[in-house]
Protein backbone atom coordinates (compact mmCIF):
# COMPACT_ATOMS: atom_id res chain seq x y z
CA UNK A 1 0.00 0.00 0.00
CA UNK A 2 1.27 3.35 -0.72
CA UNK A 3 0.08 6.87 0.73
CA UNK A 4 1.12 9.92 -1.15
CA UNK A 5 1.92 12.33 2.23
CA UNK A 6 1.90 16.05 1.76
CA UNK A 7 2.74 18.61 3.70
CA UNK A 8 3.47 22.86 4.09
CA UNK A 9 0.08 24.24 3.10
CA UNK A 10 -1.39 27.30 4.75
CA UNK A 11 -2.04 30.89 4.78
CA UNK A 12 0.18 33.16 2.97
CA UNK A 13 0.13 36.96 2.31
CA UNK A 14 0.18 38.12 -1.38
CA UNK A 15 3.51 38.40 -2.90
CA UNK A 16 4.60 35.36 -0.29
CA UNK A 17 6.26 32.22 -0.55
CA UNK A 18 5.21 28.77 0.44
CA UNK A 19 7.03 25.07 0.13
CA UNK A 20 4.75 22.10 -0.22
CA UNK A 21 6.43 18.96 0.34
CA UNK A 22 4.97 15.17 -1.24
CA UNK A 23 6.76 12.05 -0.47
CA UNK A 24 5.62 8.46 -1.04
CA UNK A 25 5.34 6.26 2.48
CA UNK A 26 4.25 2.16 2.95
CA UNK A 27 6.37 -0.19 0.63
CA UNK A 28 9.41 0.32 -1.42
CA UNK A 29 7.95 2.79 -4.00
CA UNK A 30 9.91 3.75 -7.51
CA UNK A 31 8.54 7.11 -8.44
CA UNK A 32 8.55 8.13 -12.16
CA UNK A 33 6.83 11.38 -11.87
CA UNK A 34 5.35 13.38 -9.81
CA UNK A 35 2.94 16.36 -10.17
CA UNK A 36 1.17 18.93 -8.49
CA UNK A 37 -2.66 19.87 -9.11
CA UNK A 38 -5.23 22.47 -7.31
CA UNK A 39 -8.46 22.94 -7.36
CA UNK A 40 -10.48 26.37 -6.35
CA UNK A 41 -13.97 26.20 -4.74
CA UNK A 42 -16.48 26.23 -7.56
CA UNK A 43 -13.55 25.19 -10.41
CA UNK A 44 -12.44 22.07 -11.93
CA UNK A 45 -8.98 20.86 -10.70
CA UNK A 46 -6.18 22.25 -12.78
CA UNK A 47 -2.26 21.02 -13.35
CA UNK A 48 0.47 22.90 -11.74
CA UNK A 49 3.85 21.96 -11.99
CA UNK A 50 5.10 17.99 -12.81
CA UNK A 51 8.69 16.62 -13.01
CA UNK A 52 10.12 13.37 -14.20
CA UNK A 53 12.06 11.53 -11.33
CA UNK A 54 15.25 10.48 -12.90
CA UNK A 55 15.69 13.08 -15.88
CA UNK A 56 14.43 15.96 -13.47
CA UNK A 57 13.02 17.41 -16.48
CA UNK A 58 9.76 19.90 -15.30
CA UNK A 59 6.67 21.26 -17.14
CA UNK A 60 4.51 23.79 -15.83
CA UNK A 61 0.97 25.41 -16.12
CA UNK A 62 1.35 29.03 -17.92
CA UNK A 63 -0.23 30.33 -14.99
CA UNK A 64 2.65 29.39 -12.42
CA UNK A 65 5.36 29.77 -14.89
CA UNK A 66 7.97 31.62 -13.14
CA UNK A 67 6.62 32.04 -9.89
CA UNK A 68 6.62 28.63 -8.75
CA UNK A 69 9.33 25.73 -9.11
CA UNK A 70 9.27 21.81 -8.69
CA UNK A 71 11.89 19.72 -7.88
CA UNK A 72 12.82 16.48 -6.19
CA UNK A 73 15.17 15.06 -3.67
CA UNK A 74 16.54 11.35 -5.10
CA UNK A 75 17.81 10.29 -1.70
CA UNK A 76 15.25 11.54 0.07
CA UNK A 77 12.27 10.36 -2.59
CA UNK A 78 10.58 13.41 -1.53
CA UNK A 79 9.56 15.97 -4.41
CA UNK A 80 8.61 19.75 -3.88
CA UNK A 81 6.79 22.71 -5.09
CA UNK A 82 8.06 25.89 -4.10
CA UNK A 83 5.56 28.68 -4.51
CA UNK A 84 6.46 32.51 -4.79
CA UNK A 85 4.82 35.64 -5.63
CA UNK A 86 1.67 33.88 -4.81
CA UNK A 87 -1.36 35.61 -5.74
CA UNK A 88 -4.74 35.56 -4.59
CA UNK A 89 -5.92 33.04 -7.34
CA UNK A 90 -3.21 30.73 -6.54
CA UNK A 91 -5.81 29.95 -3.20
CA UNK A 92 -7.13 26.47 -3.64
CA UNK A 93 -6.76 23.06 -2.33
CA UNK A 94 -3.24 21.74 -4.06
CA UNK A 95 -2.83 17.50 -4.51
CA UNK A 96 0.20 15.86 -4.83
CA UNK A 97 0.33 12.65 -7.31
CA UNK A 98 2.28 10.27 -8.60
CA UNK A 99 3.27 7.90 -11.62
CA UNK A 100 4.66 4.64 -10.36
CA UNK A 101 8.23 3.78 -11.41
CA UNK A 102 7.38 1.22 -14.02
CA UNK A 103 5.49 3.94 -16.61
CA UNK A 104 6.99 5.28 -19.49
CA UNK A 105 5.56 8.32 -20.70
CA UNK A 106 7.16 9.20 -24.29
CA UNK A 107 6.19 12.76 -24.20
CA UNK A 108 6.20 15.58 -20.96
CA UNK A 109 3.00 17.46 -21.90
CA UNK A 110 1.43 13.98 -20.95
CA UNK A 111 1.85 14.79 -17.11
CA UNK A 112 -0.39 17.44 -17.65
CA UNK A 113 -3.41 15.14 -17.07
CA UNK A 114 -5.09 13.24 -14.03
CA UNK A 115 -4.91 10.00 -16.25
CA UNK A 116 -1.00 8.55 -15.40
CA UNK A 117 -1.13 9.15 -11.70
CA UNK A 118 -2.22 6.14 -9.89
CA UNK A 119 -1.58 7.63 -6.39
CA UNK A 120 -2.90 10.71 -5.18
CA UNK A 121 -2.25 13.11 -1.72
CA UNK A 122 -5.60 13.86 0.39
CA UNK A 123 -4.80 17.56 -0.70
CA UNK A 124 -4.25 20.94 1.83
CA UNK A 125 -5.44 23.84 1.46
CA UNK A 126 -3.39 26.85 0.35
CA UNK A 127 -5.15 30.19 0.89
CA UNK A 128 -3.56 33.85 -0.22
CA UNK A 129 -4.90 36.68 1.79
CA UNK A 130 -4.66 40.51 0.58
Known amino acids: QVQVVESGGGLVQVGGSLRLSCAASGRTFAIYAMGWFRQAPGKEREFVAA????????IYADSVQARFTISRDNVKNTGYLQMNSLKPEDTAVYYC???????????????????????WGQGMQVTVSS
Open 97 to 119: ALVPGDSDLRFLWLLTRPTPYDY
Open 51 to 58: IRWSAGST
